[in-house]
């Protein structure tokens, strides 16, 4: 589901995805939530994708207990 609203948000905004990789994408989200998981010292990360400056952002943040 999140990486197709990137995908979506994206293509929406008029910027390419051709190099964008499912499989690297699924990767990068499970370590960056691993890190962060650590450094917050929470079990729950949730991300939002939105537009920051013109450009599609993946945001994360601490989620709810």
């Known amino acids: 589901q999140l990486f197709k609203a ?4 994206k293509q929406k905004n ?6 964008l990789d499912p499989l690297a994408f699924k990767k990068f989200v499970q370590d ?8 917050l ?3 729950k990360i949730q991300y ?3 537009v920051e400056k ?3 952002k ?5 989620g709810e207990s």
């Open 6 to 9: 990137i995908v979506e948000a």
């Open 14 to 19: 008029g910027e390419n995805i051709d190099s």
């Open 32 to 39: 960056e939530t691993k890190r962060l998981q650590r450094s």
């Open 41 to 43: 010292d929470c079990k």
């Open 48 to 50: 939002v994708v939105n």
């Open 54 to 56: 013109g450009k599609v």
């Open 58 to 62: 993946l945001k994360a943040i601490r």
